[in-house]
């Protein structure tokens, strides 16, 4: 991190603890324009956990009844962030009832008491905006039966917070922090008696942020679905406020949602959730859905990538592949290492899968997660096609450097199905081979065709290949081709060794298979998985082998077994309950 940098994150950090203590001179909202209609989508199931007291934020776990939330000693930046941005608060609004509402009310009218006065790591510009919007939203669940002191307490608070963000919103990171504070205050300033005058800066400024944040095709940056989804519902909850306080969505606000809304449905696996890849996971249940229902945008990208993803389906199957550079400079910070992996899902039930982000279990999964190993790819040698750079000031994770610069594709259509033809160079400076690698899927999605090939190109690479290969004393280069499975996957090695049989829950059979002198085995894997305290325990298969000549092709297949019906009724419900 560069000196300038430093000063300026450092300046940051400063001005935000100077404007948080200086809203505590602010004056109190009057009260709200009309009657708050919350907007956000809590999960039912982690809001029975918080009433059971399970508190579980950021990977770590609380067992204690009626706990005093800001007492806990946070193990982390993480869980500080997610205790403070009172996102929590759209669970207990979920399940609605008498002990939630008390337990809603006990944390918030303790947060006021404890750091209404500008103290305290929620000060920041993102998690200010992010509690603002949870406030308003759920503003009739904690107001509810409350004393007249503590209903002053809420608006004093809320016109101090809503103060803060009108001065310090431009001191967010650009993307989802910024994204987060600007809504906030749109929403704060359109809800709240007596604020009307911040919200005109804030609908020009978020307007900025859409045409330079939000790219020609509907993409972030950081290339991460899940947060691109979260600025899509921030987008649609504003222009949903613009709207209902008659004052005009700016053309550049409602451009960008209509350029996210297909983006976000080619990302979309055939079970309704995500595609997982660089930090984001599949989204909460019902999120994707409720956010393009708000949108009311129909249109389909059709051909080309999304946001750097190619998508392949057909019948009950989806495929997504990363088929772009990794994000590079401040956008990397989440970045994985996984140019050209992918996702397979069946149905309702997720097969090929990548690992996951392991942010929420400590920073050794964090970087595990990051790492090319951890995804449904080649890897070469054991090293990662991206490596990770040096930790930014006040950072806990790292950039992506040294990844590929040159990653050609092309989607076409072949005989019965779909092919995707993709390359990466982030191997050829040091051992002068390229990743290749081709996937054909039928149109009735019951069969997958792939085949990986490490190839030396041009006469420079053949040279760097040989250099490497008599470092090896010719017994080549080693190679693993690896497919981690969901963990409800049920896999079994079949046919002496020449085969993988997989059973689904919704009672699918896939069969892999491969065609080269690789060494098939079923080793055991991990998956990542936020909600979760630790890994869940899954398999993967592998294919490895040894790179010794110019070109090195390894064949594969993955198709479902002629027993398995075009349409299965699946009916196996998902475990909603509390699990470790």
């Known amino acids: 991190m560069s000196p300038r940098s430093r000063l300026s994150d450092k300046r940051a950090r400063f001005l935000n603890r100077l404007y948080a203590r200086l809203s505590r001179r602010q004056k109190a909202a009057r009260g709200f324009v009309s009657s708050p209609e919350p907007r956000t989508i809590g999960s039912y199931a982690r809001g029975r956990q918080l009433v059971a007291g399970n508190l579980l934020f950021s990977g770590y776990l609380v067992e204690a009844q009626n706990a005093d939330l800001w007492a806990i000693d946070p193990p982390d930046i993480a869980y500080a962030e997610e205790i403070h941005g009172f996102a929590w608060l759209d669970d207990l609004a979920a399940v609605g009832d008498a002990p939630a509402r008390a337990l809603a009310q006990k944390w918030l009218f303790e947060w006021i008491e404890a750091h209404d006065d500008g103290s305290g790591p929620g000060w920041t510009p993102n998690l200010t905006g992010r509690r603002v919007i949870r406030w308003i939203n759920h503003a009739l669940l904690v107001l509810r039966g409350v004393e007249k002191e503590q209903s002053e307490a809420f608006y004093r608070s809320l016109g101090r917070q809503t103060w803060f963000l009108s001065k310090r919103w431009c001191g967010a990171a650009p993307g989802l922090p910024r994204f987060e504070a600007l809504t906030g205050l749109i929403y704060a300033s359109l809800a709240l008696e007596g604020e009307e005058a911040l919200a005109a800066p804030a609908i020009t400024a978020l307007a900025r942020e859409c045409e330079s944040q939000i790219d020609d095709e509907g993409g972030l940056p950081t290339r991460n679905p899940e947060e691109l989804l979260e600025v899509f519902m921030l987008l649609t909850w504003a222009a949903a406020a613009l709207e209902e306080a008659e004052a005009p969505v700016p053309p550049a606000h409602t451009a960008a949602i209509a350029r996210i809304a297909p983006t976000l449905r080619a990302l979309r696996h055939s079970d309704g959730g995500l595609a997982r890849f660089h930090g984001g996971g599949r989204g909460l249940e019902g999120r994707l859905d409720h956010a393009l229902a708000a949108s009311e945008i129909k249109e389909r990208r059709e051909d080309g990538l999304s946001m750097g993803y190619a998508r392949l389906s057909g019948g009950r199957t989806s495929i997504i592949v990363d088929a772009s550079r990794p994000p590079a400079g401040d956008a990397s910070l989440n970045a994985h290492a996984s140019t050209l992996s992918f996702e397979l899902t069946s149905g309702r039930r997720p097969l090929v899968v990548n690992c996951g982000s392991g942010a929420s279990f400590g920073l050794e999964w964090r970087r595990a997660g990051r790492a090319t190993p951890s995804h449904s790819v080649l890897c070469l040698d054991g090293f990662s096609s991206a490596r990770l750079g040096d930790a930014p000031l006040g950072s806990l994770t790292e950039p992506l450097v ?155 297949s993955l198709a479902k077994a002629q027993e398995t019906a075009i349409g299965v009724r699946d009916l196996s419900r998902d475990e909603l309950e509390f699990n470790d």
Do not use: C
């Open 402 to 556: 040294s990844g590929p610069t040159d990653v050609p594709f092309e989607l076409s259509t072949v005989g019965d199905g779909l092919r995707f033809e993709g390359g990466h160079n982030g191997y050829a400076a040091h051992y002068g081979l390229t990743h290749a690698r081709i996937l054909e899927m039928t149109f009735d999605g019951r069969g997958l065709a792939g085949e990986d090939m490490l190839l030396a190109i041009e006469g420079a690479d053949k040279r760097v290949f040989d250099k490497m290969l008599d470092a090896t004393k010719l017994k080549g280069i080693p190679y693993v081709v690896r497919f981690h499975l969901h963990p409800d996957v049920d896999a079994t090695v079949d046919l002496g060794g020449a085969a993988i049989s997989m059973a689904l829950k919704s009672g699918e059979i896939w069969v892999f298979r491969h065609d080269s002198a690789a060494q098939l085995s079923l080793e055991p894997s991990v998956f990542l998985e936020k909600g979760r305290l630790k890994p869940r325990a899954t398999k993967q298969i592998v294919l490895s082998g040894r790179a010794m000549e110019y070109a090195t092709s390894v064949r594969w």
